[in-house]
Each structure stands twice: as C-alpha cells, then as structure tokens.
C-alpha cells in the first residue's frame, strides 16, 4: 500500500514569498490532515478535512495561510506571504477507518 | 481540551540499557493512545497503539500500557539500540477527532 505522498521535500524562500505543498493520502482515506512541526515541538495542526470540507482550521492563520481538497483526494496548502517564524516542516497526514493517522515525510520549509 | 504532556529529553543512554519514557494525559472520554517515532530527516510513524484501558501496545521490542487510573502511557524497552535514537511522540485522539501530541523526547543511544 502506497504511503501519504508530499511535496516538495525541501524549499527555501524568502520572506514575503509564496510558497505551496501538495500532499497525495493514502487511496481511500477520507481524513486528511496538515500539520505545523517547528523544530523541537511537537506537530500543531493547521487545518483537517473530511473528504473536500472542512473540520477544524481553528489554528490555520487564514491571513496567510490557505489550503484545499479538490474533489476528496490531493490537497495543498499555500503560504502567501511568508514569515521568517513560518519556517517549520509541514506535515501532511491522513486517516480511514481505523483511528490511526499515517504521515508523510513532510515538506520542509526555510524562509530566509 | 485534551493534552499531553511527556518527560523532557534528551534521554541517552548506552546501548543495550533500559529505556522508559513518560507519558500522561488529559481528555475527556475515552481516548485512544499512541506512539510515534521520527528518525532524522523523515516524517512521523506509527510505533504502536492502544484503544481503551489496560491494553499494551507493542511492537520492535517497545511496550506501552494504557492506565487509565493513573492516564498515563508510558514507553518501554528492555534493551535499546543504537538505531532506535529517534524523537518520541505521545499522542492521544477520541474518535472522529483531532490527534494531539505531545512535544516530543530525544533519545540518544550511545554505542
């Protein structure tokens, strides 16, 4: 079975750019999930969504920070602009039936 | 709100040493506990998990149990190795809801 599947691995930008992660679930996994991991912490969830809607992005700062799940499956999250405090890994994790989330390698983020 | 709360690290240790890592917990309900294990450079995996009390997760010789009298689930090995240096994560979820995790504990094995 296919992992959760992200990308990129690596980006470094600067502040005030944009940047975008792309993550892939695991077939069949209606859960999905991006999570904030700054190093030496623990992950922080950004945003969790249901198939294509939304559950909880109570944490998400929605001035810059946007996500998506076109029709239930791939999902991306958009930084726009960056901050040099954004620099973290972003991790993108997904759920089925079972109460077990999988994670992706993650997207590793340098705003510089 | 559900919290968890774990030892402080880093932790090392000499190989082949006893390895116990704390791990409490704060929820309402019933909530399911788990383990997860980041290597350098790589994402969370799942080390092992328990899904109501008095259940023992295990797996790659790590032990946790789940006490709810104490809400505690703390990690065990009996005999570390070197490969096993990693970041622990202790996370709880009540069902349908959002993973919370800990901040993590560093261990270090030392050949």
């Known amino acids: 079975e296919a992992g959760v599947a992200q990308s990129p691995r690596y980006k470094i930008i600067e502040k005030r750019q944009s940047v975008a992660f792309w993550c892939n679930p695991i077939s069949g996994h209606a859960t999905l999930y991006w999570y904030q991991q700054i190093l030496g912490q623990g992950p922080k969830l950004l945003i969790q969504?249901?198939?294509?809607?939304?559950?909880?992005d109570s944490q998400l700062p929605k001035d810059r920070f946007s996500a998506e799940r076109l029709k239930g499956v791939d999902s991306t999250l958009k930084i726009q602009p960056a901050k040099l405090e954004d620099s973290a890994v972003y991790l993108c994790?997904?759920?089925?039936?079972?109460?077990?989330?999988?994670f992706g390698e993650g997207s590793w983020l340098t705003v510089v | 709100g559900n919290s968890v709360t774990q030892m402080e690290g880093p932790v090392t240790l000499s190989e082949e040493a006893f390895l116990t890592i704390n791990c409490t917990y704060t929820?309402?309900?019933?909530?399911?506990l788990f383990w997860y294990v980041q290597y350098p450079g790589e994402g969370l995996q799942l080390l092992l998990k328990?899904?109501?009390?008095?259940d023992k997760g295990s797996n790659k010789g790590f032990e946790a149990t789940y006490r709810k009298e104490t809400t505690s689930f703390h990690l065990e090995k009996g005999s570390v190795q070197v490969s096993d240096s990693a970041v622990y994560f202790c996370?709880?979820?009540?069902?349908?809801?959002?993973?919370?995790f800990g901040p993590g504990t560093r261990l270090s094995v030392l050949p």
């Open positions: 328990a899904t109501k009390a008095d």
């Open positions: 996370a709880l979820s009540n069902y349908g809801q959002n993973f919370v």
């Open positions: 929820a309402t309900g019933y909530p399911s």
């Open positions: 969504f249901q198939n294509n809607g939304v559950v909880d």
């Open positions: 994790a997904t759920k089925g039936r079972t109460n077990t989330i999988y």
